[in-house]
């Protein structure tokens, strides 16, 4: 408990009473990061503790108690169970989580991405406009990939994002957003993209040993010129090259609804003997940035590490498998911010970033109406767990 990101908030007033709700999707997540918050507020010190502005600070659990039944006709319905009038709600909504299931007329439909986002709509509708201020995290955004229009097209996104407003919701918090641009559609409100920068680097250092990090042994990727943002942060954080490539689209055909990619361009300095760190927000199926880290080990780069926020692994994990045991790919590294299936974390290619800490670290920080900038901006963390990796303190 003296870590700066635990003792900062001893001498603010709450917004108000502290409540968590994290969705069945997110209950995994939401369950650490209230533990981290039960923690926290057991051990810390404060004077005023006892005084009215902090009523219901320390209690056994923040969650409150919630259900999301469904008729047999699958249409559903939002319950809280507890008081939430004056209470600083935080809702946790996992919409890429596919492995909760209901009934419909007896047949058993998986969840989508369209459920989960209906869920969440019928907690807000639930809490009647009682609470305080409600936060939204959600941290694989709903509809994030149909964020332009390209064609007479429907954007789906900043509709869910005007909807959520126009419901109540003061803040929307997401994690690595697909194009952060999506915020213009709601200009007068909260909206935060997260990075997990620390975390992959976390990850990685924690778990690889024998790493030269510098510019003559290291390499960040970004595998298309969408995440370019993220490898020059990462690049320039730890003070490497950056390298980039571009897709080469046959603008002549449309496959499943997009051009099909030709080649990947490679645009960069020379990648031979160097370990290549390859960014981006997500794996859907694979393809892509597997096709990249091919078309590295082709240009004779050493070993290769995947970042990624999201592992949705749509295709299942056997190209992976065929990618680790070929020698193409060394470790790939996301985080649990959405659903990962039991065999995912059980394979030796894989490494899991916790982002509990940080989302509870989040959490605790706006209840005390605090700013999270130092948060969103982990330089100086990374800085540090690198210096503790090069004098074997890790």
């Given at each position: 408990?003296?870590t700066?990101e ?77 008081s ?9 909504v ?9 009934t ?133 954080v ?5 390298g ?15 051009n ?6 490679f ?21 892509s ?10 240009r ?5 590490f995947?970042?990624?926020t ?58 005390h ?26």
């Amino acid at each position: 408990m003296n870590t700066r990101e635990e003792t900062r908030n001893l001498e603010t007033i709450p917004v108000g009473p502290l409540g968590l709700i994290p969705l069945p999707s997110c209950r995994a997540l939401g369950n650490k990061v209230n533990d981290y918050l039960v923690k926290w507020r057991e051990e810390r010190e404060n004077e005023h503790k006892n005084t009215l502005s902090f009523t219901g600070y320390q209690r056994d659990t923040f969650i409150l108690e919630h259900k999301l039944p469904r008729f047999g006709s699958g249409e559903g319905k939002g319950v809280i169970y507890e008081s939430v009038r004056g209470d600083d709600l935080y809702l946790m909504v996992d919409v890429c989580n596919y492995s909760l299931t209901y009934t419909v007329a007896g047949h058993e439909n998986h969840m989508s991405p369209d459920d989960h986002y209906q869920d969440l709509k019928r907690i807000i509708a639930a809490v009647e406009g009682k609470a305080k201020r409600i936060t939204v995290i959600m941290p694989f955004l709903y509809e994030s990939r149909q964020h332009r229009r390209t064609a007479r097209e429907s954007l789906d996104c900043a509709l869910a994002l005007q909807e959520l407003i126009n419901m109540g919701v003061d803040n929307i918090i997401t994690f690595d957003a697909h194009d952060p641009r999506v915020q213009n559609a709601i200009p007068l409100h909260g909206f935060e993209t997260v990075q997990p920068a620390y975390q992959f680097i976390k990850g990685l250092l924690k778990n690889v040993k024998g790493l030269q990090i510098d510019a003559d042994h290291m390499m960040v990727i970004s595998p298309d010129e969408g995440g370019m943002s993220r490898a020059i942060y990462i690049a320039n954080v730890l003070g490497l090259d950056m390298g980039m490539f571009y897709k080469r689209r046959d603008y002549t055909r449309i496959v499943n609804g997009r051009n099909p990619i030709i080649a990947h361009e490679f645009l960069g300095t020379d990648v031979a003997g160097k370990d290549m760190i390859i960014i981006d927000d997500m794996i859907s199926s694979g393809e892509s940035v597997l096709e990249v880290a091919a078309g590295l080990k082709a240009r004779k780069a050493n070993r290769i590490f995947i970042f990624s926020t999201f592992g949705l692994f749509t295709n299942g994990l056997a190209k992976f498998d065929k990618a680790y045991s070929d020698g193409l790919v060394t470790k790939v590294l996301t985080t649990n911010l959405i659903y990962q299936t039991p065999e995912l974390l059980k394979r030796e290619w894989y490494i899991n970033c916790d982002m509990s800490k940080y989302i509870a670290y989040i959490i605790d920080t706006l209840n005390h109406d605090q700013s999270i900038s130092d948060l969103l901006i982990p330089s100086d963390r990374i800085t540090k767990i690198v210096k503790k990796y090069k004098n074997n303190e890790l």
